[in-house]
Each structure stands twice: as C-alpha cells, then as structure tokens.
C-alpha cells in the first residue's frame, strides 16, 4: 500500500469530501454565533454579563466533547462517532428553529456547543491520517474551506437576521443534514484506517501509546496556552463588540459585514499559502507572525470609532487569524505519536474552547469595570506576553524536537 504524498491510499478519505463537510457545516455555524449576542441582548433582553454566562457554557461544552471524541478516535472506529455528531447537531438545530425563546435557546446552544467540539475534534484527527498530502497543506485547505463557509453564511444572516430568525436556523439544521449525508456517503475509508490500527495492535507493534517527547510536549503545551490566551480576548469580536458597535450607532447589518470581510481574507491567505507554502520559513515563524498581528489588531481598536477604522482592525486581525491558527494545529500533528494524533488535536480544540469559554465573561467583566478601551489594551498587552513566552521555549527546545508525519 502506497503511503508517499501524491498517492491515494484506499484507507483515506479524499480531501475534498472533508471539504465539503467543512463547508456545510461552516455555513451552518455562522448563521448562529454572530447573532446570539445582539438577538439574546436586543430581542429576548438578557443582560451581557448572563449572556457571557450563556456563552460560557457554550464554550465550556465545546471543550467537554473536543475531550471526549480526541479520545474516543484514538481507541474506536471513527466513522459512526462522525456520523452521530453531524445527525445529532442537524437535529438540535431544527428544535432551535422551533422553540428559540429564553432559557431554552440557551440549552440549544450548550448542546451544540458540545456537538462543535465532537465533530471538529474529530474532522481535525481524520485529517492527521491523511498521507495523500503533506499535514501542512491539509490544515491549510481545511481552514480556507472553514472560513469560505465563513463568508458565505455570514453575507446572508445579517440579511435574514432582520426577515426571520427561524428561517436561519432552519437552513443551519439542513447544512448539517447535508454534511451527514456526505459523511455517510464518503468517510467510509476511515473505517478501513480503523482496522488496519487494530490490526498493528493486535500484531504487537503499537502494544503500547508512544509518549510524546519532553520537548515536544513543553513546546506543543506552550501553543496551546497561546491558542487559549488569543481565543480568550478573540471572543470578544464575536461578542461584545457587536454591541459597542451597534452602541456607536453602526447597524447590526455592517458588524455582519465585517464577518464576511474577515472570512473573505482568510479564503485568500489561504490560497496564497497553500500557493506559495515557503513564505514563512517554517511553521513557527508563521505562528509568531500571526499572534504578533492580533495583537497589533487590539491596538487599532483603541482608535476605532467608525466603521472603516473597525475594518482596518479586522483586516489586521485576520492576517493573524489566517496564519496561526492553521499553523498550530499543522504544528501539534508534526510534534505529535501516530498513537496519540486524535488525543493532541482534541487538546487543541480544548485550548481554543478554553479561551471561547472564558472570553465574553473575562472581557464584559474589564468592559464594565474599566470600558472597551482599556479591555482592547489589556487584550494587545497579554497577547503579546505569549510571543515573549514562544520565542525563548522554543529556542531553548527546536534542537531537540523530535518530528512525526
């Protein structure tokens, strides 16, 4: 069995039915997230210290199935925890469309919350046994396809935002629907991966799970606490400044926009990388690229008033955007035992949710404390900190590093 990159192995899925998942169940997500502040705070009048509380939980049951399903593909057949994901997310999705009133919307959005980390958790592991390409290129593709999801739901909900919150969750439940049957349909080869791990076991030549290397780990575990930190005041785009927004007399429609302006740029860097793979000259210097960028992003919203400046800012944080987070996860699979792949993509999904979870709380309480301004310096400040941690580590670790493909 061929296992060269360019070769297709009849044990892998094809890359583009991944997309196709990515894409549908992208589309999905956005017509939910960019509302769920302003619909909760404008139309049902909760509170934006509650909806931290709402989206805390959220985030928190993001984190709980990004746990559960790193470990379950290591250990079980992939295919049906895929398929009950996407069926169960499809299912929750069509009961939002019907009962969306207060507390209700908000037991909807912890089980997808929960339903988000299971199955990106398990989209990202089943990208690791992929040989067909290089893993750099793979993550690559999978967040350009995210994120032209990205562009596509967030054009049309801040339109139907207005015409009807029902119809957006209906269409969000049938994405899923069609990403179940796409996955139904085309991950099969996943289960032959399967066996063949279950066979080498039996075999005895993995009896027992590869530890990863001290420095792999100390480096890998240094990433995640900058994923978690930059996720942490990331939340805030996506939650408390649609209300700053809107307080400084932008319209909702406009905040929308800049999601799709954010998604739009992510689809080109991507293109441009997977184009053009050698601009950075490895992937911790594109990392260290990108977390410099959301930082500097935080920066320009101390100055942002209209709706231009906050574009500016949005375009600065999507350059950072667009280059760390591929890089990480690409990173961690590199650092990573073939034993281990789905138990490491699962912590990065756990870092990310980490940051999700506690980002609207921490960033509302500065907000009333001390207002957006001193929130968007203490956010630039505390995300730099994490570049002056990186460099040092992994100076003091890149020697030693030992690399898995």
Known sequence: MKKAHGLTQNDEIKLRWLIVGELATWIGASFIWPLTSVY??????????????????????????????????????????????????????????????????????????????WNGTLINSIATSLKSHPGRYVFNVLYFSQNLGVV?????????????????????????????????????????????????KQNGHTQKAE??????????MVFFATLAMTWLMYMNWESNLSVYMVSL????????????????????????????????????????????????????????????????????LTLGESTAFPAIPAYVNDLSPATSKGKYQGYNMVASGVGRAFGPLFGGMVIDQAGYISFFW??????????????PTYIKVRKGLKIYK
């Open 40 to 117: 909760l705070n404008k139309q049902l009048h909760i509170s934006l210290s509650m909806i931290g509380v709402v989206l805390f939980f959220n985030c928190a049951a993001n984190i709980l199935g990004s746990i559960l399903a790193g470990r379950l593909y290591d250990k079980y057949n992939p295919y049906p925890l895929v398929l009950w994901g996407l069926g169960l997310d499809a299912g929750v999705l069509f009961l939002m469309a019907m009962f969306h009133g207060w507390p209700e919307y908000w037991v909807w959005l912890t089980i997808t919350g929960f339903l988000g980390g």
């Open 152 to 200: 596509t739901g967030t054009l049309i909900v801040g339109y139907l935002y207005d015409y009807s919150v029902t119809l957006l969750f209906v269409i969000a439940a049938i994405l899923f629907a069609i990403a179940l049957v796409n996955a139904l349909i085309n991950y099969k080869p996943i289960i032959a991966f399967h066996k063949e791990r279950l066979a080498q």
């Open 211 to 220: 530890p990863m290397p001290k420095r792999n780990f100390i480096l890998t």
């Open 249 to 316: 007399g932008i319209p909702f429609h406009m905040y929308s926009l800049l999601w799709t302006l954010n998604a739009g740029i992510i689809v080109v860097m991507q293109g441009i990388l997977a184009r053009f793979p050698n601009i950075f000259k490895n992937l911790f210097h594109q990392i260290i690229f990108g977390i410099v960028m959301f930082s500097l992003s935080f920066i320009t919203l101390v100055f942002a008033k209209d709706f231009a400046h906050f574009a500016l800012s949005m375009i600065i």
């Open 378 to 391: 203490v956010a630039a400040i505390l995300i730099f900190l994490m570049i002056v941690i990186m460099v």
